[in-house]
Antibody, heavy 121, light 107 residues
Framework: QAQLQESGPGLVKPSETLSLTCSVS?????????WGWIRQPPGKGLEWIGS???????YYKPSLKSRVTMSVDTSNNQFSLSLNSVTAADTAVYFC??????????????WGQGALVTVSS | SYVLTQPPSVSVAPGKTASLTCGGD??????VHWYQQKPGQAPVLVIY???DRPSGIPERFSGSNSGNTAILTISRVEAGDEADYYC??????????FGGGAKLTVL
């Protein structure tokens, strides 16, 4: 079974960069699955941020595209999210997830437990 | 952007059937996926591709999709089914879109 674990600072200052890493166990990030980041503001719904393939190709939510970068680190079996110029509106629980199988249009069947990131000075 | 509309709340008595709807323009032409999320937990995929169940999901969960509405049906509802439910589709404009979520309350 896959296990995913988000890690990174829980507090980020406005205008700075939010950086999170998702450590994967049980599967290789290079095994053909696709990987995603989804966030959830407190008390609100889910918002997809972006997805990355095992080969490092990416799709980002259009409204966030200018601020988002995702990458895969095969040597450490992890993938990461970077979101720059953050504001209070970026405060959320950030989830990493794995797709059911390879493909951009495939839903996510394994999720990390989530990491709360608060944007505040 | 592609908008998915879910009623904010649905209530059902134990043992009865719950129907959670997800509305979208010609959603019947898309593959709809459903997630269950309990408080403080990550979402769990309960239905994918309109009506397929991942391994480990009870047969009580089923889905359908036609026209402008997709439906998640939960039969013989149990107290443990109380959760938020989100629909999701892939759209060429937004890529992944989620519905606003529906809170299922078991009376």
């Amino acid at each position: 079974q896959a296990q995913l674990q988000e890690s990174g600072p829980g507090l980020v200052k406005p205008s700075e960069t939010l950086s999170l890493t998702c450590s994967v166990s049980g599967y290789s990030v290079n095994s053909g699955y696709y990987w995603g980041w989804i966030r959830q503001p407190p008390g609100k719904g889910l918002e997809w941020i972006g997805s990355i393939s095992h080969g490092g190709y990416t799709y980002y939510k259009p409204s966030l595209k200018s601020r988002v970068t995702m990458s895969v680190d095969t040597s450490n079996n992890q993938f990461s999210l970077s979101l720059n110029s953050v504001t209070a509106a970026d405060t959320a629980v950030y989830f990493c997830a794995r797709s059911l199988r390879g493909g951009w249009t495939v839903p996510f069947d394994w999720w990390g437990q989530g990491a709360l990131v608060t944007v505040s000075s | 952007s592609y908008v998915l509309t879910q009623p904010p709340s649905v209530s059902v008595a134990p043992g009865k059937t719950a129907s959670l709807t997800c509305g979208g323009d010609n959603i019947g032409r898309k593959s709809v996926h459903w997630y269950q999320q309990k408080p403080g937990q990550a979402p769990v995929l309960v239905i994918y591709n309109d009506d397929d169940r991942p391994s480990g999901i009870p047969e009580r969960f089923s889905g359908s999709n036609s026209g402008n509405t997709a439906i998640l049906t939960i039969s013989r509802v149990e107290a443990g089914d109380e959760a938020d439910y989100y629909c999701q589709v892939w759209d060429t404009s937004d890529h992944w879109a989620f519905g606003g979520g529906a809170k299922l309350t078991v009376l």
